[in-house]
């Protein structure tokens, strides 16, 4: 091809879920998207009809001529497009066998089948999103809730890409002035490019922090926060994951050790969403099933990012219960002294080695406490975040991981400074900072990596 542009086949997939629907919709994208519809297409000329238009035709199998479907097609050229290339979107009528003939007739037309998520993956390559966008497009189709979807819509819309582009670039001038002072001295002194260096290594530094720091409830509000649920037997494990549900999901009677396995539910609330786990209750016993149940129990608080441990208030403190408070010392914890419509056996003050701020009273009878303890709960992973003013937030792993590389490469520059190192080894920490930040939004990633991060997506995404 003799073009500078890069271009790239057409590609085709059915874009909407598998399985019967009202409409589902085949697209195309690519350079010969409108003339490999039109092999399959009976009705106008796609490539006289006005751009994003959409034109009712039918689409017939140029083999038999046989008609396969009555369509609605969608024309689209480039650059105003999902791909910024030519984009046709065939809807088809929502069956199952017309739909994937449709895709057949296509691919038999001449479009390859694309990979899963290649269609935004093109937008990425052609320039229209960075990979913090394309991210937040997967975030997008799985958020749990409400702000979790604010989080990926501001994604989307480019609040982390501009931020890192503006860190970027204010990296990208101290470099520059780097290069002058190594290139020409006699213009300027050492002494104000590392003022320069460490000024702007700080601020960057700076500007890092604040973005880590919203990491973990960007997390939590994307992946759900890893809540269990422990006591000993009886306690009312069981009926609390029932409240936070408002359903009966878990078995409760009045028998210790009712609960045999662990149950996961993910409930909402007040938009932070929670992976739940009712446990067994934890005691030695002698019962096989049980005795399983105990150690998913104690599995099940490794693996939390958050213990909700709950004690009987009627009844005295036991060694279970002692031994409980103990094993979750270490962990974010609320302590839930339940049962309190029932005659008091030990108060929050008889509580050994638990802060007051981490206790909450409660009865699953009344219903008192449980307002409270999820206020506790969004409270704890919320700090900080304010639910009406957006904030720009960073949620998955990789993003994270990065920006904690660009950290360390910061940290090291100021460290250098200050131990008097000569700038040109100092500039190899600020570039790497700069490389890092690049592999955020893509401006710097390897193939390996955009192969990989968009293999994770739907299939016609
Ligand atoms: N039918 C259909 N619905 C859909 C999609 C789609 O691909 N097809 N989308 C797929 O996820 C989402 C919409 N996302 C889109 C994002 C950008 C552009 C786009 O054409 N952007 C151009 C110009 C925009 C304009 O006209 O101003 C651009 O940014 O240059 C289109 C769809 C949700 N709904
Ligand atoms: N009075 C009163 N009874 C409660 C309260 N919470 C739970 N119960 C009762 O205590 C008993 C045990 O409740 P569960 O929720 O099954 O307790 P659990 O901790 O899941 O028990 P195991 O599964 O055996 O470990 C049931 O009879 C509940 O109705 C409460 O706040 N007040
Ligand atoms: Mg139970």
């Known amino acids: 091809m003799d073009s500078t542009i890069t271009e790239y086949d057409t590609i085709a997939a059915i874009s909407t879920p598998p399985g019967e629907g ?39 199998d140029p083999d038999s001529q046989q008609v396969v479907d009555e369509v609605m097609v969608s024309v689209m050229r480039k650059p105003k497009t999902y791909t910024r290339e030519d984009l046709v979107e065939i809807n088809c009528h929502g069956g199952i066998v017309a739909t994937n003939r449709v895709l057949q007739l296509v691919l038999g037309a001449g479009a390859r089948m694309a990979e ?12 229209r999103i960075d990979l913090t966008q394309a991210e937040s497009v997967m975030d997008l189709i799985r958020a749990k809730t409400d702000r979790a979807m604010q989080v990926a819509v501001d994604q989307l819309d480019g609040d982390l890409h501009h931020l890192i582009t503006a860190l970027r670039q204010e990296i990208l001038e101290v470099l520059a002035q780097v290069e002058v002072n190594i290139d020409y001295p006699e213009y300027d002194t050492d002494e104000m490019t590392t003022r320069l260096l460490k000024e702007k290594a700080a601020l960057v530094l700076g500007r890092i922090d604040e973005l880590l720091a919203t990491a973990r409830s960007g997390k939590v509000l994307r992946d759900g926060l890893a809540t269990a649920i422990v006591g000993r037997p009886n306690v009312g494990k069981s009926s609390l994951l029932n409240h936070m549900l408002r359903e009966e999901k878990a078995i409760v009677t009045d028998v210790p050790g009712t609960t045999r396995d662990v149950l996961e539910e993910y409930v909402n609330v007040q938009g932070v969403p929670l992976k739940l786990v009712d446990t067994a209750g934890i005691r030695d016993t002698e019962d096989k099933v049980e005795k399983i149940g105990v150690q998913r129990s104690r599995e099940a608080i490794t693996k939390a990012d958050l213990v909700l441990l709950v004690l009987d208030t009627s009844t005295p403190l036991t060694a279970e219960d002692l031994g409980l408070i103990q094993a979750t010392a270490a962990k974010k914890r609320i302590v839930i002294l339940n049962k309190q419509d029932l005659p008091d056996a030990l108060t929050a003050t008889a509580l050994p080695d638990v802060p007051a701020e981490e206790v909450i009273a409660t009865s699953m009878r009344t219903q008192q406490g449980m307002d409270a303890l999820a206020d506790k709960i969004v409270h704890l992973f919320m700090q900080g975040i304010d639910n009406s003013q957006s904030q720009v937030m960073v949620t998955n792993a990789r993003q994270i991981g990065l920006l904690q590389q660009a950290k360390t490469s910061l940290q090291s520059v100021l460290a250098g400074i200050e131990a008097g190192m000569p700038i040109d080894l100092v500039q190899i920490d600020m570039t790497a900072a700069w490389d890092k930040l690049g592999e955020i939004t893509g401006d710097a990633a390897p193939d390996e990596l955009i192969t990989q991060l968009f293999s994770q997506f739907c299939l016609g995404k």
């Open 22 to 60: 009202a409409i589902s919709i085949v697209r195309l994208s690519g350079e010969s998207a409108l003339e490999t519809a039109q092999k399959v297409f009976k009705g106008k000329d796609l490539s006289q009809v006005p751009s994003h238009t959409i034109n009712y035709g039918h689409i017939i």
């Open 116 to 127: 899963p998520g290649e269609f935004t993956k093109r937008a990425f390559l052609n320039g």
